[in-house]
């Protein structure tokens, strides 16, 4: 089953939106895509991250001078690095001094890295073409979705179960604002309010399966 799309969150918030008005029926596509990424953060938070990767390539996340590259923004925990498809020891910083004598200023194929503050730190400075050959695998934060005006692929909803995907949709409608004179909109709000936190639970549960190498999706 194809997984669904900005734009199928759009649309799904629409179609509940002209229920209560027919003026709603385009909802604004700044507020809904804001209040979009807001679910998203939130779900991200609750489920503790997704399993991804980030690498050197031209396009990518991580920026190697030397021997050292900042982690990126939304990281959280590496689970394996690799160098040209060779996996990496982690040592300490104290480890590399005490034991590999001079590794700050050499050069050649690193075989260790190094984590400090938001850097990691690799024990040789890579010679000859780099590009593309780093590679962490690891947990970190659900991407938003692009904005409007972005040619992006990147799909936070990818990351998620099929019967998961309309939770963000859910969380707009519950955030929507309520005129208090509406009815109708109180419903809404209170539907979705449900509808969100049982989704979210059980995608919290069911995250936790996946976590413990349950089942994945891949």
Not at 21 to 40: E, S, Y
Not at 96 to 116: I, M, Q
Not at 128 to 154: C, Y
Not at 202 to 213: P, Q
Request: aromatic residues 12%; charged residues 20%.
């Amino acid at each position: 089953m194809a997984e669904l799309a900005w734009a199928d969150i759009y649309t799904f918030v629409g179609n509940y939106l002209k229920l209560e008005d027919q003026a709603n029926a385009v909802p604004d596509p700044n507020f809904c895509l804001l209040l979009g990424n807001q679910g998203v953060k939130e779900l991200s938070d609750e489920i503790g991250g997704v399993y991804q990767s980030w690498d050197n390539a031209a396009e990518g996340d991580l920026d190697l001078t030397d021997a050292t590259t900042p982690l990126p923004g939304g990281f959280q925990i590496e689970e394996t690095v690799l160098w040209d498809g060779a996996e990496l020891t982690l040592r300490t910083i104290e480890h590399l001094d005490e034991n590999h004598s001079g590794w700050r200023t050499a050069t050649g194929t690193p075989y260790h890295y190094a984590k400090v503050g938001n850097a990691l730190i690799l024990s040789a400075i890579p010679s000859g073409t780099v590009t593309g050959k780093l590679v962490i695998w690891g947990w970190g934060d659900m991407v938003d979705f692009p904005a409007l005006d972005e040619q992006d692929p990147l799909n936070p909803l990818a990351d998620l179960p099929y019967r998961f995907q309309l939770l963000p949709a859910y969380y707009i409608l519950k955030e929507w604002p309520v005129s208090g004179e509406n009815n109708i909109e109180t419903i809404r709000a209170a539907r979705f309010e449900a509808m969100w936190t049982t989704g979210l639970s059980k995608l919290v549960s069911a995250w936790g399966y996946r976590k413990r190498g349950i089942f994945k999706v891949e």
